[in-house]
C-alpha cells in the first residue's frame, strides 16, 4: 500500500526539503504496519524522489505510457441472442444493431448509450435499413414481416406481410420506397418486393400489397435459390441482389426484368458493402474470400484470401483499408477457443490485398461489421451476443500507408550503369 498518490508526493517534494519529506516517511511508517512486499515498494519510491535522474527517467516513461495508452471498445450489452446486422446511420451519430432475440435496437455511437428498441416482431431479425434522414427504419424479420418504423419515437408505422421469412430490406435513393427480399416457404418461390412508402403520406394509406413482385423460381437444377442480400443503385437503376449459390443478378425495379447476372464467389455470398459513394462494392463469402468490384463496370478489382469463411466485410471511407470478420462455422463454437477459432476483426490493405493487424474480442464468430462514415470507429456483432465499439487510437489515425516509390527512369539507367562498372571491374581484376 502506497501512502502517497504519485502527484501529492511531488507536490511535498517541491513544497519541502528533501530532509522534511524524509521525516514524513518515517513517521508514517511508524504509524502503520506494512508488510515486506508493502515496504519495498514504498522504500523504491522513496529512493525515486531522492534521485533526480531516476525520477526524471521515471517521469518520461510515465509520459509515454500515458501517450501511447489504447481506448478499450465500448462493449455494448443489449442483446440476448447472437448479432445479426449492425449498422451506422448516413451522419455516423447512430449505430443500428439487430439479433435473433426479436428486438432491433439503436445506440449513441459517440458513448454507446442505448436509446430505444423497436418492439413488435415475433422471429429473428435479419436485416435492417435507416433511411437518409434518420427518420424512418425498415426491418426484415423471420416472422415473414417486414415493419416500418419511426425512428424517433419507435412507433411501428406499418407491417408488411411476407408469405416467407424475410431476409433483407433496403431504402431506396428518396427514401419513397424500399424493397425486400424473402425467402420460399411451401409452394411460394423466394421473391423481391417493392413497396411505395411517401415519406409525406399518412403510413395507414399505404398499400400492404408490393408495387412490384420478381419471382425467384428454381434453378435448371431443380434446385431453389435463396437472395441473401439487397441494395438500391445510384438514382434507383437497378436492384442488386446476391444469392446462396455465389451469384449476383441486377433488376430493373420499374419491370422486374433481370439485367445482368455474374458469379464471383463458388459458394454463398453472406454479404454485401458499399462504399458511401456507391462506387466500389465488396462481397463476403463462406468460401474464405472477400473480393472487391467497380460498381460501373461490375469489374473484378481485387480479392482478399482468408482460412475461415468471411461473414462481412466493409470499406473504410477515410483509409484504403478493409475490414473483414468471420470465423469457424457457429456449430464447432462450443468446442474451440476464441484463438484457434480466429474470431477477430482483419484489417486488409485495400490495394496491396495484405493483412496488416487483427483485433480481438469476440468469443463467436463475427456477424455483422460496420464502419463510421467518419472513419473514426467501427462496430462489430458476432455469435456471443455482444456488439463491440471500437474507436481508432491517434496512432491509427495518423497513420500513414506505405507507398512504393516508383525507380525514375534516369535512375534506372545509372544503376545499370553501376552494375556493367562493377562487371567490367570484376573481369579487370
Not at 511508517?29 to 531522492?50: D, T
Not at 448479432?83 to 432475440?101: E, H, M, P, Q, R
Not at 403520406?201 to 435448371?220: A, F, N
Not at 525514375?408 to 562498372?421: A, H, I, S, T
Request: glycine share 6%; hydrophobic share 35%; charged share 25%.
Amino acid at each position: 500500500m502506497l501512502l502517497f498518490p504519485c502527484h501529492e508526493v511531488f507536490v511535498i517534494h517541491f513544497h519541502f526539503p528533501s530532509i522534511s519529506l524524509f521525516a514524513v516517511v518515517v513517521q508514517s511508517l511508524a504509524k502503520v504496519s506494512l508488510n515486506i512486499a508493502e515496504l519495498r515498494k514504498l522504500l523504491n519510491f522513496a529512493i525515486l524522489i531522492f534521485n533526480p535522474i531516476r525520477r526524471w527517467a521515471w517521469t518520461q516513461s510515465e509520459q509515454k505510457i500515458r501517450n501511447n495508452k489504447k481506448q478499450r471498445p465500448i462493449l455494448l450489452k443489449g442483446h440476448e441472442r447472437s448479432i445479426t446486422v449492425v449498422k451506422f446511420n448516413f451522419d455516423g451519430d447512430l449505430l443500428f444493431t439487430a439479433s435473433k432475440d426479436h428486438t432491433p435496437s439503436v445506440w449513441r455511437s459517440e458513448n454507446g448509450e442505448r436509446l430505444g428498441t423497436f418492439n413488435g416482431h415475433k422471429g429473428t431479425i435479419w436485416d435492417l435499413d435507416v433511411c437518409r434522414f434518420s427518420k424512418r427504419v425498415v426491418t426484415a424479420s423471420a416472422d415473414a414481416t417486414a415493419r416500418l418504423w419511426d425512428c424517433e419515437t419507435g412507433e411501428c408505422l406499418k407491417v408488411f406481410t411476407h408469405h416467407g421469412p424475410v431476409r433483407g430490406a433496403a431504402w431506396a435513393d428518396g427514401s419513397n420506397m424500399f424493397a425486400t427480399i424473402s425467402d420460399p416457404f411451401v409452394d411460394h418461390n423466394a421473391q423481391i418486393s417493392v413497396y411505395d412508402v411517401p415519406e409525406n403520406d399518412d403510413p395507414s394509406t399505404y398499400s400492404d400489397t408490393p408495387r412490384l413482385e420478381i419471382e425467384l423460381p428454381k434453378g435448371p437444377d431443380g434446385k431453389r435459390v435463396n437472395a441473401t442480400n439487397i441494395v438500391w443503385l445510384n438514382l434507383n437503376e437497378a436492384l442488386f441482389v446476391t444469392f446462396d449459390n455465389g451469384s449476383i443478378r441486377l433488376y430493373d425495379p420499374i419491370t422486374g426484368d433481370e439485367l445482368d447476372e455474374f458469379y464471383p464467389h463458388e459458394k454463398k455470398i453472406n454479404r454485401v458493402s458499399f462504399n458511401l459513394d456507391k462506387t466500389l462494392f465488396i462481397t463476403s463469402s463462406a468460401d474464405f474470400t472477400a473480393k472487391l468490384y467497380d460498381v460501373v463496370d461490375l469489374r473484378h478489382l481485387k480479392t482478399y484470401k482468408t482460412d475461415r469463411p468471411v461473414n462481412d466485410a466493409v470499406i473504410s471511407e477515410t483509409k484504403d483499408h478493409i475490414l473483414l470478420g468471420g470465423g469457424q462455422e457457429a456449430m464447432s463454437v462450443t468446442t474451440t477457443s476464441g484463438k484457434v477459432g480466429k474470431f477477430e476483426t482483419r484489417f486488409f490493405h485495400l490495394v496491396y490485398e495484405e493483412e496488416f493487424g487483427t483485433v480481438k474480442g469476440h468469443f463467436g464468430p463475427i456477424n455483422a461489421l460496420a464502419i463510421n462514415p467518419n472513419g473514426r470507429c467501427y462496430a462489430s456483432g458476432a455469435e456471443d451476443g455482444y456488439i463491440r465499439l471500437h474507436y481508432f487510437d491517434k496512432s491509427y489515425l495518423d497513420m500513414k500507408d506505405p507507398v512504393p516509390e516508383e525507380m525514375e527512369e534516369g535512375e534506372e539507367e545509372f544503376d545499370e550503369g553501376e552494375e556493367k562498372e562493377v562487371e567490367e571491374d570484376e573481369d579487370s581484376d
